[in-house]
């Protein structure tokens, strides 16, 4: 896997954010995030109700992609530190990883067949 997680950034706040940088040359639309859903008595769900698969966007060894889980912004280019930066936006309405025992996971789309249903 070619994007490494760094960290989350303000979790829990209106500006929260999550790090990653890339090790090498990656596409971010073969990646896709989601964080634990939880039931009524608190055990986590097979629901994913955030759950975000990057844009089609060539990533390059030692940049970084921040995603912003706030709803407000559009893609932007930057910089973290010294070293380009990838801005996105999730596009909830709250913060993610608002909960004690919250987990993210990043998955690699490997081979993946669409199924168009009739």
């Known amino acids: 896997m070619n994007l490494k997680f760094q960290k989350i950034g ?9 790090l990653f940088y890339a090790e090498d040359n990656c596409s971010l639309h073969n990646y896709l995030i989601h964080d634990d859903t939880f039931d009524s008595d608190g055990e986590i769900s097979n629901i994913l109700r ?5 844009p089609c966007i060539s990533v390059k060894p030692g940049e970084y992609v921040a995603l912003y889980t706030k709803k407000i912004g559009h893609y932007v280019s930057g910089t973290y ?4 930066c990838h801005i996105l ?4 309405n709250t913060s993610v990883f608002n ?3 919250d987990n993210l996971y990043l998955l690699l789309i490997g081979e993946t067949t669409k199924i168009k249903l009739a």
């Open 10 to 18: 303000n979790k829990g706040k209106e500006d929260e954010y999550i």
């Open 99 to 101: 909960q004690d025992g």
């Open 89 to 92: 936006y999730w596009g909830t």
């Open 50 to 54: 955030h759950m975000y698969r990057f």
């Open 81 to 84: 530190g010294t070293n380009p």
